[in-house]
């Protein structure tokens, strides 16, 4: 399974998950590591746009585009969620207490298919995840128009 994110350069090779430790994100509080994804370069460069509450032309410019491979039995195991929960918080909290499984599908508030997936960086199958590529990735200033 391929998955996507988009990056600060700085921080693309990371995988521990350490920005959402320390922010929370929708899906989890502050003080837990997760590290958060989509099935389509589209949808994560969406997700950014959306999230970073600036014009695009104001986006940073020191951005990749990092490809993940994931092994199959992880993704066979992923926990997938057809709902968004009232509180979605205590769901990701809920599955990273379990511990059962690397990856959580969700839906995205951005666009509702494809769909972002969160990786518990302390789950033993992350080990197994690798960085397949990471290129340079620019926003188009058209995005804007």
């Known amino acids: 399974m391929r998955l996507y994110r988009i990056a600060k350069a700085e921080h693309a090779q990371d ?8 922010y ?21 460069t ?5 999230h970073f509450g600036l014009p ?29 929960p009232a509180d979605p918080r205590r ?8 511990g059962t499984s690397l990856l959580l599908e969700v839906s995205s508030v951005v666009i509702p298919q494809p769909r972002n997936v969160l990786l518990n960086p302390q789950h033993p199958d992350m080990a197994e995840v690798r960085i397949e ?3 340079v990735f620019a926003f188009d200033g058209r995005v804007s128009d």
């Open 133 to 135: 590529d990471c290129c």
């Open 91 to 98: 769901v990701g909290l809920d599955w990273l207490e379990r």
């Open 15 to 22: 995988l521990s998950g350490e920005g959402t430790r320390l």
């Open 56 to 84: 695009i032309e104001a986006a940073p410019l020191d951005q990749r585009l990092v490809t993940l491979q994931v092994p199959d039995r992880a993704a066979e195991q992923m926990l997938r969620l057809s709902d968004t």
């Open 24 to 44: 929370g994100g929708r899906w989890t509080p502050r003080g837990y590591p997760v590290l958060y994804t989509a099935e389509h370069p589209a949808l994560a």
């Open 46 to 50: 969406w997700e950014v746009v959306v």
